[in-house]
């Protein structure tokens, strides 16, 4: 099984930051490094070569009274020439190198500093390497070249090394595996928002619109918390879309269903009328006319539903294709027009008016079929004899139409519901008695198109319908 090596963009992001952190951290201790055995080297170069300057600029009485040199370091070597001439003429000593080749370096050395002193490194036969220095003691007499190990120097140097490599090395051993963890607690946040994500992802948000899950706890700096509290922001906004879109598609759902429902029976009537009356042509034309009345009757039935349906449909997409057409109207003038057509259909419900002149910006074709809705809806499930009022009057910018009625009232039950499309109070909406639960739907899709609002307040003998729309809608 052979062995691969990931790519590093496929690091986690972690491991890439730990390591970025400890290569950035050996070039800093490489170049601390360099810095520091080089300032010590030239440190103890410069202490060395001051050395044997003091040891030669002392060794000038000793050649003035013996001609030689008596007081040098053991483990120094040291060549007196005297100058006769021009010439170098090397004085014997104690502590000259052994090796002849070694001799012939000093004598070269010592040539050079007829001119001015001289230093010089170099490695003896056997003996290693030397720091040598030819200087003139005494004008034109004497010339001393001093040569002075270097072992101890680079022995510092080496254990300087040593010591630097292994401290820098434990240094960037702990950096590193700290930083990770350091990083590794650091992300921890950032790791709870991914699982948080893949948590998100593993759930079936095709027909729900529950996404109640968010990223707890609290640190990892105030980038984090603004990352978090976007990413917690993200999920709820993405919560309301999407139970609004699950509320939205149950809402067509039910709409489908009910329309479907609600179209089927005059459809039926309308297929059992045309087979009456093709059986009525045939055998019994008297009756093709009876016949006839009833298919205009459920084709105007069908009618005026598909015409409500179509306008919720506008009315839901408001926004794309505004169904409005508003100017200055004068509401009383609606109320009133509202008023004489229903005395003329609905004669047997005496109407009280009171509207006050209310002039406002809005539809007034709409504002008209909002007021026939609601006293058609008053006319159809309330007894004959019910007393039905409606009242126009403005108050603090707003104009408010109140539509009551004296009937049974609305069972508190069905109150919360009242708008609901397709929905049918049972003891009263029922389709023998013309309801297709869509005139009050319509009434509060318009209401609310024109920026308004309908409440409904209703008890044994009162029922009152609110309506307060803006006097200026935009």
Not at 147 to 164: C, E, F, K, N, Y
Not at 315 to 332: I, T
Not at 430 to 442: E, F, I, N, P, Y
Request: charged share 25%.
């Amino acid at each position: 099984m052979r062995f691969r090596l990931k790519p590093v963009r496929d690091w986690r992001l972690g491991t890439r930051l730990a390591l970025g952190l400890g290569a950035l951290a050996l070039t800093v201790f490489v170049i601390v490094g360099w810095v520091m055995v080089t300032s010590m080297k030239d440190f103890l170069d410069r202490r060395l070569d001051d050395q044997m300057i003091i040891s030669q600029q002392g060794s000038v009485k000793e050649l003035e009274y013996y001609g030689k040199l008596t007081k040098l370091p053991p483990d120094w070597f040291a060549v007196v020439y005297k100058i006769d001439d021009g010439e170098l003429q090397a004085l014997p000593g104690d502590q000259q190198p052994p090796d002849s080749e070694d001799r012939a370096e000093f004598a070269a050395l010592a040539k050079r500093a007829l001119v001015a002193d001289e230093f010089e490194t170099e490695y003896l036969r056997d003996e290693g390497k030397f720091r040598l220095r030819a200087c003139q003691v005494i004008k034109n007499e004497y010339i001393v070249v001093s040569a002075a190990p270097m072992h101890d120097r680079d022995g510092t140097i080496s254990q300087l090394v040593t010591v630097g490599v292994i401290a820098f090395l434990a240094a960037l051993v702990a950096l590193v595996v700290g930083g990770q963890a350091l990083i590794r607690k650091g992300m921890q946040p950032l790791s709870d928002m991914a699982d948080t994500a893949h948590d998100i992802s593993s759930h079936d948000l095709t027909d729900s619109g529950d996404l109640k899950m968010r990223v707890d706890g609290r640190g990892g700096g105030v980038e984090v918390e603004e990352l978090r509290e976007a990413f917690n922001n993200m999920l709820a906004h993405i919560d309301s879309s999407l139970a609004a879109r699950t509320a939205a598609e149950q809402r067509l759902r039910r709409f489908i269903a009910d329309a479907s429902h609600e179209l089927r029976t005059p459809l039926t009537s309308l297929r059992g009328y045309a087979d009456l009356f093709k059986y009525a042509a045939a055998n019994e034309p008297g009756e093709r006319e009876k016949h006839l009345e009833k298919l205009r009757s459920e084709a105007s039935r069908m009618s005026v539903l598909l015409d409500d349906l179509l306008l919720l449909a506008r009315l839901d997409a408001a926004e794309s294709e505004p169904p409005l057409r508003p100017e200055e109207v004068d509401l009383s003038v609606v109320a009133e027009a509202a008023a004489d057509a229903f005395h003329a259909a609905r004669s047997t419900h005496p109407l009280t008016l009171d509207a006050d002149t209310v002039r406002m910006t809005a539809d007034p074709t709409r504002l008209r079929q909002v007021l026939d809705n609601l006293l058609t809806n008053a006319a159809v499930h309330t007894p004959a004899g019910t007393a039905v009022t409606v009242k126009v009057t403005a108050e603090n910018g707003w104009a408010v139409i109140r539509v009551s009625d004296t009937g049974p009232g609305i069972p508190e039950a069905d109150q919360a519901r009242i708008f609901d499309r397709f929905y049918r109070v049972d003891d009263s909406r029922t389709r023998q008695r013309g309801g297709s639960g869509l005139g009050l739907a319509v009434v509060q899709s318009l209401v609310e198109a024109h920026g308004g609002t309908i409440e409904l307040a209703s008890r044994p003998g009162s029922t009152v319908f609110t309506i307060r729309l803006p006097r200026h809608a935009a």
